[in-house]
């Protein structure tokens, strides 16, 4: 059966904007597909070639995506790439991936003028290749402590995502679909960008200003506005931790209000549900960096590292040389 593709906003030759992939074996799929259907539907909407598409990999017939699905590519990816963009859609793990061939093909692109962009982790290959500079940054908030690390130097944010100058990044997931639904409007009008948004059930185009992540309310059950105060700062506060009496002034409450605040909604204390919120803040230094169990403990408020290691052991099943 034969389709005409072109009517569903798929170009039979280069378009105008020539947007390249690089997808890497267990790259994301959500992001990718958001970011793709977006090109597609502004050119079906505008009725115009806008953009066109080439996926790279790094082999030359498929990439693997973290769910198992294969996708064709056309190739590897090449310093000639005839693009004008690149799209980097980063592995799973990117702290452990590292590929001075890709490095430097990313290095000629930018030299060759094409402007750069990652999804989810692929920040982490644009810094490899020390492609970012001083321009502002994002990636995905579960690899956001172990970036920062990393790359300490760089300008990075926990926005959904960045663009600054000719490079836009991401967060990942569907802050993909919002960064390419900004992108369109920049280039091509609000109207064709709510347009794309209207076809993707997606009600509102977010900014940059607003979370990655889902709200504290949310994410733990609690309603009560004090004791959500008190979690963000838990949260914001790790390296160094802050007293319950602290805690406590700071949202305007005594220690033993706070003490029944957390008894009574979540069934602990507000010491084991700090602690808590650090270890697994230090299990993600571990899986992301190369950090010594000793700097591991001391950046999340530890002062002794054999303490460290029994109260991690207790709440994981295993010592934190292990996780490594």
């Not at 953009?51 to 017939?61: A, N």
């Not at 001083?134 to 172990?146: A, D, I, Q, Y």
């Not at 993707?200 to 504290?216: A, C, N, P, Y």
């Amino acid at each position: 059966m034969n389709f005409d593709f072109k009517r569903y906003g798929v170009p039979s030759e280069p378009a105008k904007d020539r947007i390249g992939f690089l997808l890497l074996d267990t790259f994301g799929m959500l992001p990718f597909v958001s970011a793709l259907e977006a090109l597609r539907a502004a050119n079906r909407f505008s009725g115009q070639a806008l953009y066109s598409w080439h996926l790279f990999g790094e082999s030359d017939t498929i990439a693997v995506a973290n769910n198992a699905i294969e996708q064709k590519v056309e190739g590897r990816l090449l310093p000639t790439a005839e693009i004008d963009r690149l799209i980097v859609c980063g592995p799973h793990d990117p702290s452990h991936f590292h590929s001075d061939e890709i490095s430097r093909t990313l290095k000629q692109l930018s030299k060759n003028g094409v402007s750069l962009g990652a999804l989810d982790t692929g920040t982490f290959l644009l810094a490899q290749a020390k492609l970012i500079g001083n321009r502002r940054c994002t990636v995905h908030w579960e690899n956001l402590p172990g970036f920062v690390e990393a790359y300490p130097e760089l300008n990075v944010s926990n926005e959904l995502f960045e663009i600054d100058r000719s490079l836009f990044t991401c967060a990942g997931g569907d802050a993909a679909l919002d960064m390419m639904l900004s992108i369109i409007e920049t280039e091509h009008g609000k109207q064709l960008a709510v347009q794309v948004a209207d076809l993707f059930v997606h009600t509102s185009i977010r900014r940059t200003g607003e979370s990655q992540r889902v709200s504290t309310r949310d994410r733990t059950g609690v309603s009560h506005p004090g004791l959500l105060d008190c979690i963000e700062l838990m949260e914001a506060n790790k390296e160094q931790p802050l007293t319950s009496t602290e805690l406590a002034n700071m949202i305007g409450i005594s220690r033993r209000q706070l003490e029944r605040l957390f008894r009574v909604h979540l069934e602990q204390s507000p010491l084991h549900y700090y602690q808590q919120i650090r270890l697994k803040a230090a299990r993600k230094l571990l899986e992301q960096t190369s950090m010594s169990v000793t700097e591991v403990a001391s950046a999340c408020g530890f002062s002794s590292t054999d303490h460290f290691s029994r109260r991690f052991k207790l709440l994981f099943g295993m010592p934190p040389r292990n996780i490594r």
